[in-house]
């Protein structure tokens, strides 16, 4: 069994980056798959992008293509999700989950984004 | 991008009856590099992230009750609760992950009668 844990909420000013981090634990031995979805208040979830597992190929939605960068550290058991250029309505909780399906899901982090 | 819509938005449903929440996919959402349906759910209760229930449009997650089942293919889909019970009030959601992005609906919300 995977846990995913992820970094604490952030707060940034508009046009800053925040880069969120989703640790493994577990049955880190087994490589999977790690997407990241966010939530904004009232809104439906919201696929963001992914690593894949092995070959660690990312995929982004074209909706944040240029300003989301997904990264791993396999060493680290660690996963980290970067969006630039924030915006006010980038105001989310942001989850990664992990599995071709979300199998297993962070706890999500609450990034505000607020001058 | 795939669009995924979820009919009704919410519902009410009495203890022990049968609840039945539909998801359509503007194309199919076949995999064929495992020739199936790319088709999950989820259940979302306040203050929780998404817990996957069904993948593969009708494959239970280990652990979830048997009251929950999936079905479908192409680009119509079901998630059918057979006996409601008060822990399963929460907002379902439908995904689909066949083609990038991998697209959610806007999710239904089941209420108890």
């Known amino acids: 069994q995977v846990q995913l844990v992820q970094s604490g909420a952030e707060v940034k000013k508009p046009g800053a980056s925040v880069k969120v981090s989703c640790k493994a634990s577990?049955?880190?031995?087994?490589?999977?798959?790690l997407h990241w979805v966010r939530q904004a208040p009232g809104q439906r979830l919201e696929w963001m992008g992914w690593i894949t597992a092995g070959n660690n190929h990312t995929k982004y939605s074209q909706k944040f293509q240029g300003r989301v960068t997904i990264t791993r550290d396999t060493s680290a058991s660690t996963t980290y999700m970067e969006l630039s250029s924030l915006r006010y309505e980038d105001t989310a909780l942001y989850y990664c989950?992990?599995?071709?399906?979300?199998?297993?899901w962070g706890q999500g982090t609450l990034v505000t984004v607020s001058s | 991008d795939i669009v995924m819509t979820q009919s009704p938005d919410s519902l009410a449903v009495s203890l022990g009856e049968r609840a039945t929440i539909n998801c359509k996919s503007s194309q199919s959402v076949f995999y064929s590099a495992y020739n199936k349906y790319s088709l999950a759910w989820y259940q979302q209760k306040p203050g929780h992230p998404p817990k996957l229930l069904i993948y593969?449009?009708?494959t239970r997650e280990s652990g979830v009750p048997d009251r929950f089942s999936g079905s479908g293919s192409e680009t119509d889909f079901t998630l059918t609760i057979s006996s409601l019970q008060a822990e399963d009030v929460a907002v379902y959601y439908c995904?689909?992950?066949?083609?990038?992005?991998?697209?959610f609906g806007q999710g239904t919300r089941l209420e108890i009668k």
């Open positions: 989950a992990g599995g071709l399906a979300g199998h297993f």
């Open positions: 593969w449009a009708s």
């Open positions: 995904q689909q992950y066949s083609n990038t992005p991998f697209t």
């Open positions: 577990g049955n880190t031995f087994i490589s999977f798959a």
